[in-house]
């Protein structure tokens, strides 16, 4: 067993760190935003944007803007210049290795601005690169039949003349007109939430090179202004779509490469581009994840979040579920997205992370009001609204459902409509199961199922050891006779007021179909793989670390790590763990180097997925030694300064790499959290 000491020290100095990152201004509600990385990608598409608008003669002052168009451009080409790799090619991130897709990006944007000659060292370095590589139809074969992200690509380098528009895919932009609900019926060639790509890039494709067939044609140019209806009205009132970049830009080039620089749509786009540079000249992947970060902060923390922020957090958090049908993907209320910014989708990860940390301050609230006053508690009653209850507020007319539900039951129900027929769990829209960031997903369907099960359990406090979220909603219907019976059973404490009857019989039956699912997609060796998350070293860039350690936290929350897949899953997770280094001679007084974690084996370790694997497998005493091994990995970095160094391990908008500043502070705190607890329950 590891020094308790300093154990705990790691894990004060830890904490101490995040919460120093909690924004607490006067003013305002306490929250976490963190920094999402600088992507070459998103500097090099909002560069080209903003120059196909000045190829269309307009300047900051037709936008009443104070930017500088040709400041902004500059300082992105210098940026993407100063941030070229040695092979001649640009990740995502700045820690990430070369791809061919944002290496054409951004070659093509020192062609588009005539720049070329200028940066000629660069521009040869590249091109290289590029055909080393495969050029375009390398590009095609790294998505596949997806279209989201090769044929925006393609775009962007025929609009900078270094590609065909005979090249470019014509994508069915008069799909859009159709009413939202058939759009997962008709399959569109790009995922959910594209829909602004798939309508910009559709129509300057019609405008430079029409379909042959006159009928589709037709068809085309009639659609042209509805469909441009369409994109003026599922745009955020800050221009950003989903609050990225690279999308946003695509969307404002396309339409401006097609002579509609003056557009609405394009003069929101040209203001959320213009006020989302950086200083030293890049453009971040997206705005924040603060909703999603604010969710892994409190939930990492647990009892460990300050009296002082719990009321607040839960305001701002509840501020951020949405309450109105979403003009995007059409969704429903109930849900929260990763943002707190205009440019947000409801979606099933930052749901079940809301759900989840509400109740865990909502539980936490009301353990500390129960050594109150009665009269004291009846004042202090405004986190009690969260849990479920059947009296009416003003945050209980949101239900997805429509009732006298809590926020917490109504982003249950809210999951419980997004369930695939599969069992699993998409990330936006029910339905969308062709192309692979709209189907269900291992570790998104788990965490719907710690959420869920969390809220059948009424937000009560679990302690992983067995089963308790069927017998919640076996008490809700039971006479009281039995439901003592029922206590006396598992020690539980069934404090239940009216609820949803019906639901919760839905809730149960999605957490079996959710776990079926689990089982039919584990891999043979034992592993899942995320859907948001990856490992640029690993085979197919798949993470497998970081999805079995999310699913195997649904089998602890449901209290089933003794379930055949958890045990599999367990001993994989264990076996590719980075083994010690072996010292020169048996006389070398150095200590063993702690092992930590990688994507899988192999691959070098990193704070993220260390944390990640080392908190569920402190639950099983077989692993524990491994665990244990992996906490001693973090607290060297706790001591060294380098816990916050994060890791490019994100997805987002396709196979577009990230990393978030966050990230490992977060995981590394939850770990060593979960380390304490174990360790002073434990004899020494």
């Known amino acids: 067993m590891i020094d308790h000491e300093q154990l705990t020290s790691a894990f004060q100095t830890a904490k101490d760190l995040l919460l120093a990152e909690c924004r607490n201004e006067p003013g305002e509600l306490p929250h976490w935003e963190g920094e999402l990385s600088t992507s070459a990608l998103s500097t090099a598409t909002a560069v080209m944007a903003l120059q196909q608008v000045c190829n269309a003669g307009r300047t900051a002052a037709d936008y009443s803007l104070e930017a500088d168009f040709a400041a902004l451009i500059r300082g992105g080409l210098n940026w993407l210049a100063e941030h070229q790799n040695d092979d001649g090619g640009w990740g995502d991130t700045v820690k990430s290795i070369s791809n061919i897709s944002t290496t054409m990006l951004t070659h093509a ?98 405008h430079h090179r029409p379909s042959w067939n006159p009928i589709i044609r037709f068809i085309r140019n009639l659609a042209i202004k509805k469909s441009l209806r369409v994109l003026d009205r599922i745009q955020p009132p800050n221009g950003g779509f989903l609050e990225a970049a690279p999308l946003t830009s695509f969307v404002t080039m396309s339409l401006a490469g097609k002579g509609l620089a003056d557009h609405v749509v394009v003069k929101r786009a040209v203001r959320f581009l213009c006020e989302s540079a950086r200083p030293d000249g890049s453009w971040p992947i997206d705005t924040n994840l603060a909703t999603w970060v604010t969710t892994l902060s409190v939930n990492a923390l647990k009892e460990h979040v300050p009296d002082d922020l719990r009321s607040g957090l839960s305001k701002w958090l509840l501020d951020q579920q949405y309450k109105e049908v979403h003009p995007f993907t059409n969704a429903a209320p109930g849900g929260w997205a990763w943002t707190d910014l205009p440019g947000g989708v409801p979606d099933a990860d930052d749901t079940p992370g809301a759900m989840l940390a509400l109740q865990k301050l909502a539980r936490s609230q ?78 998104i369907t788990a965490h719907c199922l710690r959420a869920i099960a969390q809220w059948l359990c009424d937000g009560k406090p679990r302690d992983y050891s067995h089963n308790q979220w069927k017998a919640w909603w076996l008490a809700s219907s039971l006479a009281e006779s039995e439901r003592f019976k029922l206590e006396l059973d598992t ?70 790590l003794d379930a055949p897949e958890a045990q599999k899953a367990a001993a994989w997770l264990a076996s590719v763990q980075e083994p010690e280094q072996e010292k020169p001679s048996s006389l070398d007084p150095r200590p063993s180097t702690p092992r930590g974690w990688g994507g899988d084996a ?16 402190l639950e099983f005493d077989s692993y524990r030694k491994n665990a244990f091994d992996g906490i001693s990995w973090l607290i060297d970095k706790v001591v060294d300064g380098s816990v916050s160094v994060p890791t490019p391990i994100g997805f987002y908008f396709a196979r577009l790499w990230y990393f978030e500043s966050l990230y490992p502070l977060i995981f590394a705190v939850s770990a060593l959290r979960r380390a304490v607890e174990i360790s002073e329950s434990s004899p020494a």
């Open 109 to 206: 944007v020192f062609h588009a601005t005539g720049t070329a000659d200028e940066f000629a060292e660069q521009v040869e370095k590249a091109k290289a690169h590029i055909d080393e590589k495969g050029g375009v139809p390398a590009v095609v074969a790294r998505y596949g039949k997806d279209k989201t992200f090769s044929v925006p690509i393609l775009t962007h380098c025929a609009l900078a003349g270094l590609v065909d528009w005979k090249e470019v895919t014509s994508l069915p932009f008069e799909l859009a007109c159709l009413p939202a609900k058939f759009y997962s019926t008709i399959r569109l060639p790009v995922v959910s939430y594209a829909l602004p790509a798939l309508i910009a890039i559709g129509q300057v494709k019609h």
């Open 366 to 443: 009301q353990e500390r009001d129960s050594r109150e006053d009665a009269k004291t508690r009846r004042v202090r009653s405004d986190l009690r609204a969260f849990a479920p209850s059947r009296e009416k507020s003003e945050t209980q007319t949101l239900s997805a459902d429509p009732g006298d539900a809590g926020p917490v039951e109504n982003g249950a129900a809210w999951l419980l409509n997004l369930q695939n027929r599969d069992g699993g769990f998409p990330t936006f829209c029910r339905g969308w199961g062709t192309l692979p960031f709209d189907r269900s997903s291992a570790d």
């Open 491 to 560: 020690g539980e404490t069934f404090d239940t007021e009216p609820r949803n009857e019906q639901q919760m019989r839905r809730a149960v039956r999605a957490i079996e179909s959710g776990l079926v699912f689990l089982k039919r997609v584990q891999r043979p060796n034992g592993s899942w793989v995320p859907l948001w998350f990856g490992n640029q070293f690993a085979e197919n860039d798949e993470n497998s670390v970081y999805g079995t350690s999310r699913v195997l936290m649904a089998y602890r929350d449901l209290g089933m």
């Open 602 to 617: 192999g691959i070098a370790p990193s704070v993220e997925e260390t944390a990640l694997a080392v908190e569920v497998l």
